[in-house]
Every structure is written in C-alpha cells, then in structure tokens.
T-cell receptor, first 111, second 112 residues
Framework: QKEVEQNSGPLSVPEGAIASLNCTYSDRGSQSFFWYRQYSGKSPELIMFIYSNGDKEDGRFTAQLNKASQYVSLLIRDSQPSDSATYLCAVNKNTGNQFYFGTGTSLTVIP | DGGITQSPKYLFRKEGQNVTLSCEQNLNHDAMYWYRQDPGQGLRLIYYSQIVNDFQKGDIAEGYSVSREKKESFPLTVTSAQKNPTAFYLC???????????FGAGSRLTVL
C-alpha cells in the first residue's frame, strides 16, 4: 500500500472555477501535510501546509485535513491559467524525518 | 540570496560511468534530502541526512551513494550499479521548526 495516493488526473477546469484536488494517506501516525505545485520541468514549490484537522486558507488556496478519514484536499478558488501544473501531496511522519509524496495530480485551467 | 544550488542542471552519461550530482545550500539547514522523480511516479526518497557525517537510506538507495562532510553540501553519486539512472534528481533541505521541505532546481540525468 502506498503511503500517499492521489488521482493522477488530468483534471480540467474552466478559468474562474474551483479546482478540487484530493489525497489520501495510509499511516494514521502522519503528523504534517503539504501541497506542492510543480510546473513542467521545474522543481516543486510549497503552496500550503496543514497540521490540524479542519481548514486552512491562504489567498485563493484552502487546504482541508480530516485525520479520521486520512484525507487531505486542496481547493483552488478563481482558478487561473497560471495554476496549470502538477500538484503533489506530501506527508511527514516525524519518525526518521521522512517525507512521502504522492504521484501528483495534473491540473489544466482552460481560459 | 539563500537557497539550494544543484549542479549540473543537465547531465549526460554513458552506461557504466559513475556521476556525481552536487547540492549546496546556504540556508544553514541541518537536514538534507535526495529524491528521484520519474514520469508518473512522483518523488521517491534516495537518501537523507539529518546532521553532518550521518545519513540514512531511503526507499531506493541501491546504486547510489552520498556523503555529508559539511553542513552546506550533500553530493549524490549515481554509480554504475544503478540500472536505470535516467531521471530528474531533486535535492531538498528541511526548514528547522517549520518541518517543511524546500527544493533546489533539480538535475536531469540522461544515460546514453
């Protein structure tokens, strides 16, 4: 069983719509959760991190964490063509300081 | 500017050759990581180091070696024992206290 699972997509949304990206993780001991954005050919850049159950908002981005369901999501409001990228979900289990990444979801925002 | 510098950005290697990828950081971070990324497989951990002179194997360490002689430097050697080394290699360091990884720009290795 993979540590982190994501739907690879591709996910397409029209400009201005809400994009919803989902991620599940297998280890209930996971403590920290991250969303990274990766443009083609580039390295990942951090968008959001969340540690506690509930929602965390930063501008157009909202991360949602449900530890009981082992589920993390990222909502992108008012999607822009510049949001077109692959979004990687990552978790940290603290033990050994290891971070585990999902395979990523490809998002295309259509003008 | 503080950051992580990876070099070279692109590297071509013949089969049977060892190659070393450089990773240097001026962020004063203790923990550093090497990941490999293949299409459709996300990031897989090769090695990580929490302090100088100490490192641990990740999930796919076979065919790779690392050293951590200085806090700023964490080079990765891809040996001839690595059967399929063509990939995008990413070096990262962990922001102390924030438990967040920040990445270098990556090195793309192609075996001819």
């Amino acid at each position: 069983q993979k540590e982190v699972e994501q739907n690879s997509g591709p996910l397409s949304v029209p400009e201005g719509a809400i994009a919803s990206l989902n991620c599940t993780y297998s280890d209930r001991g996971s403590q920290s959760f991250f969303w990274y954005r990766q443009y083609s050919g580039k390295s990942p850049e951090l968008i959001m991190f969340i540690y506690s159950n509930g929602d965390k908002e930063d501008g157009r981005f909202t991360a949602q964490l449900n530890k009981a369901s082992q589920y993390v999501s990222l909502l992108i409001r008012d999607s822009q063509p510049s949001d077109s990228a692959t979004y990687l979900c990552a978790v940290n289990k603290n033990t050994g300081n290891q971070f585990y990444f999902g395979t990523g979801t490809s998002l295309t925002v259509i003008p | 500017d503080g950051g992580i510098t990876q070099s070279p950005k692109y590297l071509f290697r013949k089969e049977g050759q060892n190659v070393t990828l450089s990773c240097e950081q001026n962020l004063n971070h203790d923990a550093m990581y090497w990941y490999r990324q293949d299409p459709g497989q996300g990031l897989r951990l090769i090695y990580y180091s929490q302090i100088v002179n100490d490192f641990q194997k990740g999930d796919i360490a076979e065919g790779y070696s690392v050293s951590r002689e200085k806090k700023e430097s964490f080079p990765l050697t891809v040996t001839s024992a690595q059967k399929n080394p063509t990939a995008f290699y990413l070096c990262a360091s962990k922001v102390p206290g924030a438990n967040v990884l920040t990445f270098g720009a990556g090195s793309r290795l192609t075996v001819l």
